[in-house]
């Protein structure tokens, strides 16, 4: 589970309000798609809920553990992959899977095992002992999903995670976001790909200057007065962010 509440951050001495009182609960069990426009507070979130911002104000929990007040707690049960994959490039594939997994405390056998299943879904298995700087940018983002599933976290947050990625991978992800929620574990993720966040999600947020603007099911925000019976996400998102 996720949990915000009235959580705001600021930029620039306070001058840009990045989020703005946020409010909002991911459940266990639930694929949570997060939308906005560019620059509307989605990366800011991301980064309050793993704990790479400090909110102004607010709490934030991950598992009912306060991502502020026990930040190892927090981190323990969560795996999170950012909009541009960072990794340590002159590590090979193989040695920074490797390293993930002591830092959470993978038993060798569930890691080797599960390395081997990730590394064959995203067709990796041939590069793995390669340095990371030869990787393409779309192998790049296949080691770091690897890495975010090597611990099989309670909860993912997962930055745009589908850029990137070829039809057959993303495919294979967005069936692993499904299995991921039906063994009762959260999943938060952004995207700006409407027909994914459409057919995949079970509830959907759109964040817009820092506020949420919408959130709740498709039928849920079908049924919004303000989108004028707009029967795609496409046509809610634009109607909630057109001023």
């Known amino acids: 589970m ?12 306070g001058q840009v309000k990045a989020v703005d009182d946020l409010t909002l609960t991911v459940k266990p069990g639930e694929i949570f798609g997060f939308l906005g426009p560019n620059g509307a507070g989605k990366t800011t979130t991301i980064k309050l809920i793993v704990g790479l911002l400090r909110p102004d104000a607010g709490r934030i929990a991950v598992e009912g553990h306060d991502v502020v007040k026990e930040p190892l707690a927090a981190k323990q049960v969560t795996t999170y992959v950012p909009d541009y994959p960072a990794v340590y490039e002159r590590l090979t594939g193989l040695e ?9 405390g993978v038993a060798k056998a569930e890691r080797l095992e599960r390395i081997q299943k990730w590394l064959d879904i995203f067709e990796l298995a041939a590069a793995v002992t390669n340095p990371i700087q030869s990787y393409s940018q779309g192998m790049k983002q296949k080691i770091v999903l690897t890495a975010a599933l090597l611990p099989a976290p309670r909860v993912m947050v997962l930055d745009e995670p589908l850029v990137g990625l070829d039809p057959r991978s993303a495919h294979q992800l967005k069936e692993m976001f499904r299995g991921h929620c039906d063994a009762g574990k959260t999943l938060f993720f952004s995207t700006h790909i409407m027909e994914v966040a459409e057919k995949l999600c079970d ?41």
Do not use: P
């Open 96 to 104: 920074y899977l490797n390293f993930i997994g002591d830092v959470y």
């Open 2 to 13: 996720i949990e915000l509440e009235r959580v705001s951050k600021s930029y620039n001495r």
């Open 203 to 243: 509830r959907i947020g759109i964040i817009h200057r820092g506020k949420l603007v919408a959130c709740g099911t498709m039928a849920e925000l079908k049924a919004m007065d303000r989108t004028e019976g707009g029967q795609s996400l496409e046509e809610i998102f634009l109607g909630v962010t057109e001023t």
